[in-house]
């Protein structure tokens, strides 16, 4: 990388990266943009949760998740608009190796909104959670972590979730 070496010696040639060295700069990157979104614009009491499918209704690819999303979406900034607020939100989607598809989504509370979501996702049911942000940060970084090492049994990071006082250091 291009350091020098011990008093006395000549700079090291710079080496060019590996591509797991790349990878892990980049997983790094995405962790950090992801803790600086929650930070920025979650706080205590926001929903994370997790829109599932029936079995029966499974999309067939990413493409069809991101499509079902975009719809739950934009009918949730529908909703909020109507009331005067803002829509912010951070989602994650995943499939299982057994081809469970999933969404993790962060989303700031405002009145009704767990009558909003449920409206929003017509493909089956959403796991309600409330939290403080720090355990959103732990989780929702988790589950990138967990995504990115295409680790078999993403599902098991539905975790059940308890309001619970931010501490802040």
């Known amino acids: 990388d291009g350091r020098y070496g011990a008093p006395g010696e000549k700079r090291a040639k710079k080496k060019k ?12 990157t995405r962790e950090r943009k992801a803790r600086h979104r929650l930070r920025m614009y979650f706080k205590v009491n926001d929903y994370f949760f997790t829109l599932t499918y029936p079995k029966e209704e499974r999309p067939a690819d990413m493409k069809q998740a991101v499509k079902d999303f975009e719809d739950f979406y934009k009918y949730c900034k529908k909703e909020y608009r109507k009331r005067g607020e803002e829509l912010r939100w951070l989602r994650n989607i ?41 355990l959103v940060f732990f ?19 539905h975790i059940v979730i308890y309001k619970h006082k931010e501490v802040r250091g």
């Open 17 to 28: 990266a590996t591509p797991e060295e790349v990878e892990q700069v980049n997983q790094w």
């Open 94 to 134: 995943e499939c299982t190796p057994s081809g469970n598809w999933h969404v993790h989504v962060v989303l700031n509370r405002i009145q009704d909104t767990d009558l909003i979501i449920a409206a929003a996702w017509k493909h089956g049911k959403f796991c309600r959670k409330y939290c403080g942000i720090s």
């Open 139 to 157: 989780l929702f970084l988790r589950i990138i972590r967990v995504q990115s090492k295409v680790i078999a049994g993403l599902s098991a990071i």
